[in-house]
């Protein structure tokens, strides 16, 4: 009885917000409710069956044993996700996907300085790999530099746990990403081979950047990112976009094999049973051992959410500085694990950690947040006055995904230094317009440079 609830429960939770994506949604495929439900198929859904089958696969089941966690943790999960959605569905109002997606196309049609975007994207890619390899004590770039990088991605800074992951030195890496989003936009609204030819150099660039970062996600970014890019822009769904995409995707997977393959020394077939045991995703066991481990005594009443503030000191400076990851926090003093490293909160897990089961509120809070940022970013007066449509995939997007799958303040760090960076690029390599009225009359506006 427990395993049907649950199913249906999971099943539940992945649906709603799916329909949702698609009546309301701003962008086809990847809007924020189109997120919302993906990560909850991965990391709930396919998780809850995958335990039916076999509940060793269970990552929960390593610390906890208690038959009755799991459905109050999935039960505290759906309630989550709920209120994300309900959250999202009062912020929406009216708006002209149409006119939107125009915007978007002007801008992406008079990209500029593509030779520089692209020499600077390489350079800065170049740069920044050497400066990693320097810092965790390469030599060169090589199979075992790689399968170095892949099993470990941190350096020890102290015996509690605490690492440097190098993410002020990986901040660099927005600019090829960004670079690639650009160009990418440019080739479908133009129709450019050029533009064409070094997206798919670029993208090559980016699973380059994912190898030496020793993370997967990074791949699972590389699609997104192109899959919103595409949309935001009015790609269409013909087969043979289709093909291409179910083709990439398809290489995504076996790469990510491979870097399972560099981190547990040949185990790379085992790559779905990893990450159904493992916390990826809006993840169900951490939700289970949240609602099992941590008690009112210890809730942090939302000081997590404002680690943030000590999170700009770079640890040359102050070595012994703490974690703003919260997934340190939850492995170290909430599973009581000092082994170092960390494990993913998740958003509902952060929630909970910080208010118990009122953390359901802050579903609503980040619901609401999805819905106006996605609306902000995507309409067409802010998209030709300041290039914003192109925010969503290389911002927003991982803001979502932290939110979901991390924590808030790692996320907002890491993003301010990109945003830097990120604004610098659009400066430079973006026209941009001001829209002006052409009659009292007249319904609708021109747009002029």
Not at 69 to 80: E, H, K, R, V
Not at 299 to 314: E, H, K
Request: aromatic share 12%.
């Amino acid at each position: 009885m427990d395993v049907f609830l649950m199913i249906s429960l999971a099943t539940c939770a992945t649906l709603i917000p799916l329909w949702l994506g698609h009546s309301y949604g701003l962008v086809r495929l990847v809007s924020p409710m189109h997120l919302l439900a993906y990560f909850c198929l991965f990391g709930f859904l396919v998780k809850v069956i995958a335990y039916a089958i076999n509940p060793d696969l269970a990552f929960y089941r390593r610390f906890i044993d208690s038959p009755s966690a799991m459905p109050l943790g999935a039960l505290y999960l759906t309630l989550f996700i709920l209120a994300v959605c309900v959250g999202y569905r009062l912020a929406c109002k009216t708006s002209d996907r149409g006119q939107n997606m125009a915007a978007a196309q002007a801008i992406a049609a008079g990209l500029s300085r593509r030779s520089l975007l692209s020499f600077g994207a390489f350079a800065v890619t170049l740069a920044t790999i050497i400066v990693i390899l320097r810092a965790r004590g390469f030599e060169g770039l090589d199979a075992g530099a790689l399968a170095g990088l892949n099993s470990a991605k941190q350096i020890n800074v102290n015996a509690d746990g605490i690492g440097a992951t190098l993410a002020g030195i990986k901040s660099f890496f927005v600019i090829p990403k960004f670079a690639f989003i650009l160009l990418l936009a440019h080739g479908v609204v133009t129709g450019q081979r050029r533009s064409q030819l070094l997206t798919g150099v670029l993208g090559a660039l980016l699973v380059v950047i994912a190898l030496v970062s020793g993370d997967r996600f990074e791949l699972v970014e590389l699609i997104i990112f192109a899959v919103a890019t595409y949309m935001i822009v009015g790609g269409q769904l013909a087969p043979r976009t289709v093909v291409l995409g179910f083709v990439s995707i398809c290489g995504m997977c076996w790469i990510s094999a491979y870097m399972t393959s560099l981190r547990h020394g040949g185990d790379g077939q085992q790559l779905v049973r990893q990450i159904v045991g493992s916390t990826y995703f809006l993840d169900i066991n951490a939700a289970v051992m949240m609602t099992h481990k941590v008690t009112p005594d210890s809730y942090l009443m939302g000081d997590s959410y404002t680690w943030w503030r000590f999170g700009w000191i770079p640890r040359a400076f102050w070595e012994a500085k703490p974690a703003i990851d919260l997934g340190v926090f939850f492995k170290r003093d909430v599973m009581g694990l000092d082994t170092g490293g960390a494990f993913n909160v998740t958003g509902p897990g952060e929630a909970f950690m910080n208010f118990g089961w009122a953390g359901i509120a802050v579903g609503g809070v980040l619901g609401w947040i999805y819905r106006k940022g996605e609306a902000c970013l995507l309409s067409d007066q802010t998209t030709l006055r300041y290039g914003t449509a192109f925010l969503y995939p290389i911002l927003f997007y991982p803001f979502i995904q932290a939110t979901l799958q991390s924590s808030f303040s790692a996320f907002i760090v890491g993003a301010a230094a990109q945003g830097i960076l990120i604004l610098g690029i659009i400066a430079m390599c973006l026209k941009r317009y001001r829209l002006i009225p052409i009659s009292p009359i007249q319904k609708g506006a021109r747009y002029a440079v």
